[in-house]
Structures are given as structure tokens and as C-alpha cells.
T-cell receptor, first 116, second 116 residues
Framework: QKEVEQDPGPLSVPEGAIVSLNCTYS??????FMWYRQYSRKGPELLMY????GNKEDGRFTAQVDKSSKYISLFIRDSQPSDSATYLC????????????????FGKGTLLTVNP | ETGVTQTPRHLVMGMTNKKSLKCEQH?????MYWYKQSAKKPLELMFV???????ENNSVPSRFSPECPNSSHLFLHLHTLQPEDSALYLC???????????????FGPGTRLTVL
């Protein structure tokens, strides 16, 4: 079983739609959960990050983590053509002492297209 | 220049060539990373340097040789590569290493490598 599973899509929606992007993970030790956005011919950029379970909202974006079901979601409200990109979920464990236990584990990414 | 820059942006090389990828970060960070991004696969961490010292080698074949002369520069030396090594090679940096999700990684635009 892969550590982080993410449907690669592609996902195509009309402008203004609510978009739901999801990942599942297998390692119950994962504590930090991130969403990265990667535009074509660019490197990934951090969009949102959450610690443990719960919701986090930033403008039109909401990140949700359910540790009991090992499920990570990103919701985009009022989607815009400029949201068209690949969205990567990522997660990590951490130790207070740092060191080699820290590594970001990524999903494959979901390619999203928002059509005007 | 701001953020993380990578050169060249595109590279085509034969299996017997030797080439180098360069990464420079202008963020004053202490940790730098090399990732490999292949089509239909998750981002794979290759190497981590923290304060110029290599702290992670994710079982990368020896035909990839990293070098970190200072905290701002990172190189990836390539020799006798295979066609399956064709991918997007991403460099990233973060303020520190080992603090888990609180270490936001900033990515460069990547070098698109094709091995013939």
C-alpha cells in the first residue's frame, strides 16, 4: 500500500464550481498535512498546511484532515481559471529532536482545470 | 533574483555525458533539497543538506552525486544516466531541517532532464 494515495485526475470543472480534492494516507504517525499547488512549468508552492485533525480556512480554500479515517481534503470555493494547476497533498511525521525522521511524503498530484 | 533559482531549465544529455544541475536560494535558508518528479509518480526526495552537511540520501544511485559548497548553493552532478532518469529535478530550501511541518519548503522551477 502506497503511503499517500491521490487520484491524479484530470479534473475539469466550470468556473465558479466548488472543487473537492482528496488524499488518503496509511501511516498513522503522520501529523502535518500540506497542500501544494504546482502551475505548469513551475515548482510546487505551499498553499496550506494543517497540524493534526480539523479544518483550516484561507480565503476560498479550506483544508480538512480526518485522522480517524486518514483522509485529507482541499476544498476550493468559487473556483477560478487561475486555480488551474496540479494540486499535491503531502504529509510528514516529525520528532521533537528532528533529524532523519522528517520527510515529506507526497501524493501523485491531481491536475485541475477550471474552464471559464 | 529572488526565491530559489535553478539552471539550466532544460537539459538533454546522452547516457555517456557528464552534466551538472545548479540550484541557488536567495532566502537565507539553512536546508536544501533535491527532488525527482516523474510523470504519474509522487515527488521523490533524493538528498537533503542541512548547514552544508548531507543528512539524507534516499537510496539514490551513485550516478547522481550532490554537492553543497555553502548554504546558498546546491549542485547535482550527473554521469552515465539511464533513460529512466528522465524527469523534472526540483530543488527546494527551508529555513531549517528536522522540525517537520513547520519547515516550509520553497521550490525552484525545476530542470527538465531528458536522457537519450
Amino acid at each position: 500500500q502506497k503511503e499517500v494515495e491521490q487520484d491524479p485526475g484530470p479534473l475539469s470543472v466550470p468556473e465558479g464550481a466548488i472543487v473537492s480534492l482528496n488524499c488518503t494516507y496509511s501511516n498513522s504517525a503522520f501529523q502535518y498535512f500540506m497542500w501544494y499547488r504546482q502551475y505548469s512549468r513551475k515548482g510546487p508552492e505551499l498553499l496550506m498546511y494543517t497540524y493534526s485533525s480539523g479544518n483550516k480556512e484561507d480565503g476560498r480554500f479550506t483544508a480538512q484532515v480526518d485522522k480517524s479515517s486518514k483522509y485529507i481534503s482541499l476544498f476550493i470555493r468559487d473556483s477560478q481559471p487561475s486555480d488551474s494547476a496540479t494540486y499535491l497533498c503531502a504529509t510528514t511525521t516529525t520528532t521533537n529532536s528532528g533529524g532523519s525522521n522528517y520527510k515529506l511524503t507526497f501524493g501523485k498530484g491531481t491536475l485541475l482545470t477550471v474552464n471559464p | 533574483e529572488t526565491g530559489v533559482t535553478q539552471t539550466p531549465r532544460h537539459l538533454v544529455m546522452g547516457m555517456t555525458n557528464k552534466k551538472s544541475l545548479k540550484c541557488e536560494q536567495h532566502l537565507g535558508h539553512n536546508a536544501m533539497y533535491w527532488y525527482k518528479q516523474s510523470a504519474k509518480k509522487p515527488l521523490e526526495l533524493m538528498f537533503v543538506y542541512n548547514f552544508k552537511e548531507q543528512t539524507e540520501n534516499n537510496s539514490v544511485p551513485s550516478r547522481f552525486s550532490p554537492e553543497c559548497p555553502n548554504s546558498s548553493h546546491l549542485f547535482l552532478h550527473l554521469h552515465t544516466l539511464q533513460p529512466e532518469d528522465s524527469a523534472l529535478y526540483l530543488c527546494a530550501s527551508s529555513q531549517d531541517y528536522g522540525r517537520g511541518g513547520t519547515d516550509t519548503q520553497y521550490f525552484g522551477p525545476g530542470t527538465r532532464l531528458t536522457v537519450l
